[in-house]
């Protein structure tokens, strides 16, 4: 291994050799040039002739200082949408747009009076709220429902990804932010401002084969001491659509991207220990070495093939850890793998009935995907790897989606998770988006699956789910139902409760100052949410679980937010939900379980989060909440607590290529009979990473996880708790456990695709919560990972 080591430096100093480091000083404004044409976004000049040049001899050093920018587009106009919109954009921005026959050229430059423009030297991708940017939209299929999306701070670090209207869950743009496309760029900073160079080659690129055709264009702009958003092409929130806002870049023809192949290589090697506790210590097997292939074939300037053998699909940074003491459902966790991520916004649907977290270790994949006409089509394809005793599961995966009118879709999914001589589990379903009258959004979703056992026989089940939504500046409404049968078993999806019926409303309003105003906007919501038991929803009876909350919300100056939320929940389970729960002083003295319902009626919990984004050295956020809630045993609550947690993250950046995130979440819950504790979790958190140069960096992550949870007891004689199935009975008992884990990583990351990385990982266990008295080693890892990407 020490070997590999000193090989592994050699290779660092050859490929970091002549490269800058992060150079953050600020230099002299560029002088201003004239351009050939000039279009005003606040006049509604949105039609836009990119000039075509043979050879701008452009050099992607974001210095503006190249002539061929003298003969560019001027995208000039800029108008604020968040948090006042329709008003003159409080920093003055221009872009310069052109093309040539292998890509498009933008020409960034965005002023800052005050010299308060925040930015990082970090890793792609890695700036995300954080600094300061200016994102260049292109919907290159002009259908108005997905874009690509290229994203770059003050210093020209890159993020990308791509825009699927209705895509979105939760806050923010519906952006997935998993692909990595080849593009160059290039920024400077100076005394008014910062500029920025952009070059994105059309083999980056998926289009159509039309001989002329137009694009959607927008141009955004991000100042993060202020949280003010700014866009050439005017926003309004009144309108449900974002992309259909967008203006055009017209008459564009002799689009070529060539032969389009990339192969990507990647060999892994690695040394892993675990514990041994006959010689209580860590004992090593041999180093391990594998040999893994991608392959991307462009077939059309629209559609793609991928293919992958024995795929690297290692992580160089573990999922962060999840408080689960007192959780009834499986936690979602997000999906990190390179290979699965690229293309996953196809897949998105109202409900998750593609998971490709599902697929555990491939030996193989390989998928299509793409447009045609008005269709966008997507399979994968997989050999899953998690058999011990048969052979391995074959996945397959079928997604294809049609454009209907401006910003309708309608599509279909299928799903078959196979093991061969065991069963499967195969889904079928159909989808629709309908967007009306320019604010509403109506989705609906019918899916059936049918899930197989070999000689025993096959269960059949359904999902039902429909929604609209308003979408308005000030006035927002939704609501929703969703009826899933017990029987339902999405193999390759991930649907968190089944055999219930969901009915669910949300409204709020929002009411905004003039700009400049310490409160820049606030307003109330309610929302309330009911399930039933399937059965009784369809017979007439009242629901299992309702909850109402009212919440609050405001954004203040200086890029300040705080929500407050007051719920009130209740839980009415029947006696027959409670037939397989007993209690007793042991499995010898059991007694049926009785719970009075009436100890889950009316439970009230308060919460508060808040953040601010004021300083250019340290950002926080904290969250915090209070009140009542069930102490649950396999999804049926048995008992009341008292529950408080919250977490506060900090984030502190004493240089441009240095930042620390320091973060705790804590949580605890005690018995409302008689005040004993029931659980208590707290993760603190802590990541440091220096950016070497532009492509170098190393980070090292530290986390501590202590989760205790105590017995489930009888609220009424405190006995303990036990379920019984069979002949069988298991007691509800507690669980301690306290894990430490150190992760260090070294990587050097050109471009996407080429790699090196040289990681290290430790955990450990110890014997009582922040003890640090009798603390062993339980695992132990080391890898070095070499991988580059050859474009053809």
């Not at 879709?409 to 320019?438: C, H, I, K």
Request: hydrophobic share 35%; with cysteine; glycine share 12%.
């Amino acid at each position: 291994m020490l070997k590999s080591a000193l090989m592994f430096a050699t290779a660092l100093q050859l490929f970091s050799a002549g490269e800058p480091g992060p150079d953050t000083t600020r230099g002299t404004r560029p002088a201003p040039v004239a351009a050939l044409d000039e279009y005003d976004g606040s006049a509604r000049q949105l039609d836009v002739t990119a000039p075509v040049l043979s050879d701008p001899g452009i050099r992607i050093d974001g210095r503006l200082d190249d002539a061929a920018w003298d003969d560019a587009a001027l995208l000039t106009g800029f108008t604020q949408y968040d948090p006042v919109e329709g008003a003159p954009a409080s920093e003055h921005t221009e872009v310069r747009m052109l093309q040539t026959a292998e890509a498009f050229y933008f020409a960034i430059r965005a002023d800052d009076g005050s010299g308060g423009v925040r930015a990082t030297m970090t890793e792609r991708d890695g700036f995300g709220r954080s600094d300061d940017y200016v994102r260049i939209i292109l919907d290159t299929f002009d259908d108005q429902r997905r874009a690509y999306v290229f994203t770059v701070n003050p210093f020209g670090i890159q993020g990308d990804g791509l825009w699927s209207e209705g895509g979105g869950r939760g806050f923010g743009d519906p952006i997935d932010w998993s692909p990595d496309f080849l593009w160059q760029s290039n920024g400077q900073m100076d005394e008014a401002g910062y500029s920025v160079e952009v070059r994105i080659p059309i083999k980056s690129l998926r289009f159509p084969e039309l001989e002329s055709q137009d694009w959607g264009l927008q141009i955004q702009r991000s100042i993060r001491r202020t949280g003010y958003s700014q866009s050439w092409a005017p926003i309004t929130g009144d309108q449900a659509n974002r992309l259909a806002q967008s203006g055009k870049v017209r008459g564009l023809t002799n689009l070529d991207p060539g032969m389009f192949l990339e192969i990507n290589p990647t060999v892994v090697g690695s040394v892993s220990g675990t514990f041994d506790p006959d010689r209580e210590r860590l004992a090593y097997g041999s180093a391990n070495s594998e040999m893994g292939l991608n392959v991307t074939y462009g077939l059309t300037s629209n559609l793609t093939l991928d293919g992958t053998v024995n795929p690297d699909f290692s992580q160089i940074e573990a999922d962060a850890g999840q408080i689960a003491v007192n959780e009834r459902f499986a936690l979602f966790l997000r999906e990190q793998r390179p290979f699965f991520l690229e293309g996953a916004d196809v897949f998105n649907m109202p409900k998750r009935l593609v998971y490709t977290r599902s697929i555990v270790n491939p030996v193989g994949a390989a998928k299509i995907s793409g447009k045609v006409g008005s269709f966008n089509v997507a399979y994968l394809g997989a050999v899953d790897d998690v058999s011990s005793t048969g052979e391995n599961p074959i996945v397959n995966l079928l997604r294809v989606k049609r454009d209907v009118g401006a910003s309708s879709s309608l599509g279909m999914v299928y799903t078959d998770r196979t093991q061969p001589g065991e069963g499967f589990n195969r889904v079928v379903g159909a989808d629709a988006r309908l967007v009306l009258g320019g604010r509403y959004t109506v989705e609906m979703l019918a899916a059936g699956s049918a899930d197989g056992v070999n000689g025993i026989g096959t269960d059949y089940g359904s999902l039902l789910s429909a929604s609209v939504r308003r979408s308005s500046r000030s006035l927002s409404m939704s609501a929703s139902f969703e009826d899933v049968m017990d029987s339902f078993q999405a193999g390759s999806g991930f649907i968190r409760r089944t055999g219930v019926t969901q009915v669910e409303g949300r409204s709020s309003y929002t009411f905004r100052g003039k700009r400049g105003a310490l409160v820049e906007s606030w307003g109330p919501s309610i929302e309330a949410e009911s399930f039933w038991q399937r059965s009784d929803f369809w017979a007439g009876n009242g629901p299992l679980e309702t909850e109402v909350e009212v919440g609050m919300r405001a954004f203040f100056r200086g890029n300040i937010g705080a929500f407050l939320d007051y719920r009130r929940s209740s839980f009415n389970f029947g006696e027959d939900y409670y037939g397989d729960y007993f209690a007793g002083l042991d499995d010898a003295s059991l007694a049926p379980l009785t719970v009075d319902p009436s100890l889950f009626g009316g439970l009230q919990q308060v919460s508060l989060r808040s953040w601010i984004s004021t300083w250019e050295r340290v950002r926080g956020s904290l969250g915090a909440s209070w009140g009542e809630t069930p102490i649950f045993a396999g999804g049926i609550p048995v008992d009341v607590g008292q529950s408080w947690g919250g977490d506060v993250g900090l984030t502190f950046v004493p240089t441009g290529a240095f930042q620390a995130e320091v973060g705790v979440r804590h949580s605890r819950i005690y018995r409302s009979r008689d005040g004993s504790e029931y659980s208590s979790a707290t993760i603190p958190r802590i990541q440091g990473r220096y950016q070497i140069s532009r492509s170098l960096f190393v980070r090292g992550i530290g986390e501590y996880s202590s989760q205790v949870r105590g017995d489930v007891l009888d609220p009424v004689t405190g006995e303990q708790v036990y379920t019984c199935g069979g002949d069988s009975c298991r007691a509800r008992n507690g669980s301690d456990r306290h894990d430490f884990r150190l992760e260090g990583l070294l990587a050097y990351e050109p471009s996407p695709g080429t790699v090196v990385f040289f990681g290290y990982t430790r955990e450990f266990e110890d014997t009582s919560g922040f003890g640090f008295r009798d603390v062993r080693p339980t695992a132990d890892g080391l890898f070095l990972k070499l991988s580059y990407r050859f474009r053809m």
